[in-house]
């Protein structure tokens, strides 16, 4: 039998993590009597007094937030990391390492509009989130303790979203995260053999393959990469090779704006539903070395399989083994390339 890649079990390489997954597309017709996600409900207020996120209301911490009239960010008031110093001694002991790790957290609300999400936003409202990531990633970054930046955003109670208020997080701190660390080594890898971007590179290549290929304007490719995991996985990647939000041009910016509103309106299409995910961005970390290796990119993570309601689970063999995905990336973008570019609410409206 001759290897057809639509329809025997492979397995393919992701350079940027440094690590196999397997793709078994012949898999992707199999009965489903597991759980159901329940699809999130439309939230018909454009206020909601009891969100701690919209404007004027108070969070749960007593504090009040402004009557903001675009984005707005705050500290978190349950951070994940602290700034204080500590004193701490090191025990070498390979077997017991422990580090202390200082950072700080933020929480970007998108909107002051508690009913609508990045997919409908337009696109100077998108520009205007952008702006406001790229404010946060130079403010925080200038810090000497706060080595990365971590933007991202959960969407859906699917992924752990705790609120359906348009808003997204960011964690600085003073290591590069694990999945960072990976990433970064890779990219250096490369860098120093080719003397060019692995992303650069790779997405050359996509636009001559045009099989992978989801929405491409003037500055941004987004794609399902080779290598994707989650069913409808996204990576969006700037066509110039840069390292961080800091190198986006106007035109780039808004290209970007257009490239996260394309994506997520898509997405929303796909089972007409407000698609659950996580997405982030990954780009250079802010520790004052050169990073020419570096190449600005943004990952999306969309749990959801087969409908609104069954989603991917990554447990048994995934968490044991390698990651697994059933329907081919190729399958995927063909789907996501041919949805619609206007939200379904809108076209349902006329
Ligand atoms: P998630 O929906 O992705 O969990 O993000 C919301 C964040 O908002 C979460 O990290 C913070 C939570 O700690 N938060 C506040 O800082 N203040 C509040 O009043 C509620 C939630």
Sequence with gaps: MEFNINEHPHRRFNPLLNEWILVSPHRAKRPWQGQNETPSTENSVAHDENCYLCAGNTRSNGEQNPKYD?????????PALLEDDITFESKLNPLFQIKPEKGINRVICFSPKHNITLAEMDVKEIENVIHTWKEEYATLGSKDFINYVQIFENKGSVMGCSNPHPHGQIWAQSSLPTQVEKTQKSLQAYFEKNNTSLLEDYIKQELVAQERIVIENEHFVVLVPFWATWPFETLLVSKRHFGSL???????SEALAEAIQGITVKYDNLFETSFPYSAGIHQAPTDRIPHPEWHLHMHFYPPLLRSASVKKFMVGYEMLGEAQRDISPEKS?????????THYKLTHKN
Excluded at 333 to 341: C, I, K, S, T, V
């Design 70 to 78: 675009a984005c707005y960010v705050f500290d978190n008031d349950f």
């Design 246 to 252: 800091l190198g986006l041009t106007t035109k780039e």
């Design 333 to 341: 973008a063909e789907m996501l390339r041919n949805l619609p570019n």
